[in-house]
């Protein structure tokens, strides 16, 4: 654990370029990643649950902008970036958006203190739009990280989902505040619907800081049940198939992904596999290239003349970086194609993308 503090003051000194990439020890299925240009911060945003963290940010501090064609997977600095090249808004009004998301991440950044982090220096956006110093970021709001800082040991960030499971305890609580039904069922119709606390603020028409301090007391008393962005309340997780012979590779797979919310099945033994896939049906299949008895290439194709495979996404795996390689992977039916070593956001990203396409084809 290294604390985010001595993290970004060496970026600042170093005028580091890349991704500052950090990880919740109190919640593993939340990261956030800042990106930096000489020592310059350039974004920050969070890497799950971006359409509502936008969606809230842009209600509370730029109710002008428009949301419509904002969608879930969709990268928020990409489409950020897209309303100033399509002269939708001006770049003055899309580098004010970009500073409110990344001040408002930092926040959560750094009320973190001590988290998992590592700095990748190959990555940059590819349109630059915001370069300001982490100070000037952070000096407006160390009052709110210090605030978000105290609630952390209960509720851990924005991201988190909240779910009502005792009606008469929000009652109790609120009428001394609200004096009115009215509004107190306003309350329960949000909170029963087990949003993330970005949505339920959007909701209520309130800050989310004001939403966290108020369900705090509700989460102690255990009236109030807190889970991950990725794991809704009695919800189906998403099923993810992982074939793969290194048992590394699927403990790395297992513990990113089920931190996102979904359940992985370890496939140790690819000949073996078929049968395994056809009981289970999963929503994504990934599957490593250079295995024993049947390689990737063969597997991917056999499923592909499955009926029952045939729209399922399967993303390749692998070592190899060649041109050839890849071809080949499109060739067999492959969707894409992820080198290994990987970045556990860079397998978050992908997967939530292609489940995302999924959902929507069901």
């Known amino acids: ?102 001040q408002e991440a930092f926040v959560h950044i750094m009320a973190i203190g001590n988290a998992e982090m590592e700095f990748n220096l190959d990555a940059h956006l590819d349109v630059l739009i915001l370069s300001t110093s982490v100070q000037q970021a952070i000096a407006p709001v160390k009052q709110l990280i210090w605030q978000w800082q105290k609630i952390r040991p209960h509720i851990t960030s924005p991201l988190v989902r909240v779910y009502l499971s005792n009606i008469d305890s929000l009652y109790k609580l609120l009428w001394q505040q609200l004096q009115s039904t009215k509004a107190i069922e306003s309350y329960q119709a949000a909170l029963t619907q087990n949003l993330c606390l970005y949505s339920t603020a959007n909701q209520l028409n309130i800050d989310v800081q004001e939403l966290s301090h108020m369900l705090l007391p509700l989460v102690r008393n255990r009236s109030a049940q807190i889970s991950t962005y990725g794991q809704k309340q009695d919800e189906e997780r998403p099923l993810i198939a992982c074939i793969d012979d290194s ?43 250079s295995m024993p008895d049947i390689n990737g290439y063969e597997l991917c194709q056999l499923l592909r003349k499955s009926p029952s495979f045939k729209h399922v996404p399967i993303l390749m795996l692998s070592s190899r970086d060649g041109l050839f390689d890849k071809l080949k992977a499109k060739m ?26 999924a959902l929507v084809n069901v």
């Open 332 to 357: 067999v039916g492959a969707d894409d194609y992820m080198t290994k070593p990987f970045t556990p956001t860079d397998l978050v990203n992908l997967v939530n993308k292609y489940v995302s396409q």
């Open 247 to 289: 048992q590394t590779v699927q403990n790395s797979v297992k513990l990113t992904l089920e931190a996102q919310g979904y359940e992985v099945i370890s496939l140790l033994k690819p000949a073996q596999a078929m049968t395994k896939l056809i009981r289970t049906h999963p929503m994504l299949i990934l599957m490593d290239i």
């Open 1 to 102: 654990m290294t604390r985010v503090v001595e993290a970004l003051k060496d970026i600042i000194k170093q005028e580091l370029s890349g991704q500052l990439i950090i990880r919740d020890a109190l919640d593993p299925s939340i990261t956030w990643e800042a990106y930096f240009g000489n020592g310059k911060l350039h974004f920050a945003t969070s890497t799950v649950g971006q359409k509502e963290r936008l969606t809230y940010l842009t209600r509370h501090h730029h109710p002008d902008f428009n949301l419509s064609e904002f969608t879930v997977g969709q990268s928020d600095y990409k489409f950020i970036c897209h309303q100033w090249q399509s002269g939708r808004l001006s770049l003055q009004q899309v580098r004010q958006l970009a500073f409110t998301s990344t």
